[in-house]
């Protein structure tokens, strides 16, 4: 049996429960298991918070107020045990990027575009596949310094810290990679080299939050804002949903992409699994946007501190200005209400504004446990229930709803088979057969008034296609999918519904739908194949397609009939309708209607 050995690295202060050493003992890179973590990762100027003790944690913020500095709210502070080091021969701690050209690894550095304290990020390209790409080298502000052959050194003393980053750093490239999502940053590669370590990152063609922000809040409407809302809780919902949490979100780690102003999350290198207990080491918090517990170090890593964050970014974005720190709210909360900081020459939605706020609560039970609830209590959903769907055909026409980048084809065939059936104008095929300088919906709707039947084309790809329009769970809806509001609109008038799959496509699941479309996948579908079972399978639809413009027919006769025999000034609603058609009761005496009121009609009273 391979004897391991695991080294522990912790302060002489620090003090672990033997069962705590065992539970990490699994966390080791290259035999080496790292304790008592200290972060460094802000960007300048960081200011140290010294810890003191029980009563400060239990404070919920640290006894010592930060020194009065000119930092700015975006500025990431490190909370935690910290020294001032010097070298023994007096060398500056001077941070200094590589050079232009320099190649590291198989990257060729073309210039410097980000700095923090925790490492340097440069404009590189892949020399190998020739892709321009973000390169992250660790490299510790005020505590590295680079030797003429590039290595990053530590002064003596200092080894151990470069060790935790060193973990850490791999721990953010390890994170990172296990979370795929179009709204969290690709991670390409990751190596040591130079006494140091990188992650290759793709590059983003954008700019971070803070400083899109600046230029687009004036221009922001509140679609807009909502739609970055909705992808921003998105991506961070898969970071839950893949057992961590940020605990670094705001606007500087949001980055907003592309004309579609996708905004994808980065640097995760405060990242941590949540609700685990033991994790030990300095606090990260960035002031306006961590929340309060985030200052404590007996706190669990957990979802609503994120949450938090979240909102503290989108109501600087709208109004320009941070959220007081979370221990000054404390203190005094002199948050002001988010309506009323931002310019009276624009607005927004009053449940954006109470939503935030929530978001923003100091005691963490009082928030969102979740970012989903939270894009719940943002854009509401209605459901429909199955039971009590009661369909009636409200014409003759057949009104075919289907996917043209999916099945123009089997459209087509069934069209030719209906025109055969019922013929050419009972069909209704899609927008080509609307007249020019019509209103599309009003048509819409009217046609969908005069229809006996809707047919639903529901094909291999027909879920993909959706989903390729709405985001997963809160799955808005969006006018320019149509067929979902042909559905929707169908489903408002109470029109008979046929879902029909074909090419061996199987029902969506009413999580994958649209909340107006959950009633889909409760219907009775038809299945169609090919060859010689399409035919077969046509005829049936015919079939049903013809009892169902019959019985309209017959409910609609009975319905003239019956009104006729009414005076002129009669109005025959639906409640009288159903007592002329309704069985007297049993014990009512068998007495003729008097008057003329059913003659003719073929009805005898009583």
């Not at 530590?154 to 935790?164: E, V």
């Not at 989903?372 to 039971?387: G, I, N, Q």
């Not at 959706?466 to 559905?487: F, G, K, N």
Request: net charge neutral; aromatic share 8%; charged share 25%.
């Amino acid at each position: 049996m391979t004897d391991v050995r695991y080294t522990f690295l912790a302060r002489p202060e620090t003090r672990l429960a033997t069962v705590f050493k065992g539970t990490l003992a699994g966390r080791r890179v290259e035999d080496t298991v790292i304790l008592d973590r200290t972060v460094l990762a802000a960007p300048a100027p960081t200011i140290i918070r010294p810890r003191t003790g029980p009563a400060a944690d239990a404070a919920g913020a640290p006894r010592h107020a930060p020194r009065p500095a000119a930092f700015s709210d975006l500025a990431t502070i490190v909370a935690g045990r910290s020294e001032t080091r010097s070298t023994d021969d007096h060398r500056p701690l001077v941070r200094k990027s590589l050079p232009p050209g320099c190649i590291v690894h198989r990257y060729r550095i073309n210039k410097v575009i980000g700095e923090g304290g925790f490492g340097i990020t440069y404009l590189a390209e892949d020399t190998v596949i020739r892709r321009r790409v973000a390169l992250k080298e660790l490299f510790l502000s005020g505590r590295s310094y680079r030797t003429h052959a590039n290595d990053v050194r530590c002064p003596d003393g200092d080894d151990g810290i470069m060790q935790w980053s060193l973990f850490y750093f791999s721990e953010e490239a390890r994170i990172t990679f296990a979370l795929r999502h179009e709204g969290i940053v690709r991670i390409h590669d990751f190596f040591r080299t130079n006494n140091t370590a990188y992650i290759v990152y793709e590059l983003l063609d954008g700019s971070d939050m803070r400083l899109w922000g600046d230029a687009a809040r004036r221009s922001l409407g509140h679609g807009e804002v909502l739609d970055l809302m909705r992808a921003t809780c998105d991506a961070l919902d898969h970071v839950h949903a893949s057992g961590f949490v940020h605990r670094d979100l705001k606007p500087g780690n949001i980055f907003v992409v592309g004309p579609r102003r996708l905004p994808v999350l980065i640097d995760f290198g405060a990242a941590t699994a949540r609700d685990v207990a033991g994790h030990d080491g300095g606090l990260m918090v960035t002031p306006g946007f961590s929340p309060p517990e985030q200052y404590r170090t007996d706190a669990l890593p957990d979802v609503r501190s994120d949450v938090y964050a979240l909102c503290a970014s989108f109501y600087w974005l709208l109004s320009g200005e941070a959220p007081p720190e979370a221990t000054q709210r404390l203190v005094s909360d002199n948050l002001q209400p988010l309506a009323a900081a931002i310019d009276p020459a624009f607005r927004f939605s009053d449940r954006l504004y109470r939503v935030i706020g929530q978001g923003l609560s100091l005691d963490p039970s009082q928030r969102y446990d979740s970012v989903a609830r939270l894009l719940d209590d943002l854009v509401p959903k209605t459901t429909l229930a199955a039971t009590g769907y009661a369909p009636q055909p409200r014409g003759a026409r057949i009104f075919l709803s289907y996917r043209r980048a999916e099945s123009p084809h089997f459209a087509g065939r069934l069209l030719d088979a209906l025109q055969m059936r019922f013929g050419t104008d009972a069909v209704f095929l899609d927008a080509h057969s609307i007249p020019p300088g019509t209103d599309f919906w009003d048509h819409i709707k009217d046609v969908l008034g005069d229809c006996a039947i809707q047919l639903v084309l529901i094909g291999p790809a027909w879920t993909r296609l959706l989903h390729a329009r709405r985001r997963r769970w809160y799955q808005r809806e969006s006018r320019e999918d149509h067929v979902v509001q042909e559905i929707a609109a169908a489903i408002e008038l109470g029109l008979p519904i046929l879902p029909v799959l074909f090419d061996g496509a199987a029902m969506p699941r009413p999580k994958d739908l649209p909340p107006a479309l959950r009633l889909l996948p409760g219907l009775n579908a038809s299945l169609v194949g090919s060859a010689d079972s399409f035919r077969l399978a046509v005829d049936g639809l015919c079939d049903h397609i013809a009892h169902l413009r019959a019985a309209h027919d017959v409910r609609r006769t009975t319905i003239r009939a019956l009104g006729s025999a009414f005076p002129p000034d009669y109005a025959l609603s639906a409640g009288s309708f159903a007592t002329v058609l309704a069985p007297p009761p049993p014990t009512a005496p068998k007495t003729p209607t008097s008057g003329a009121a059913f003659r003719g009609s073929g009805i005898v009273g009583g």
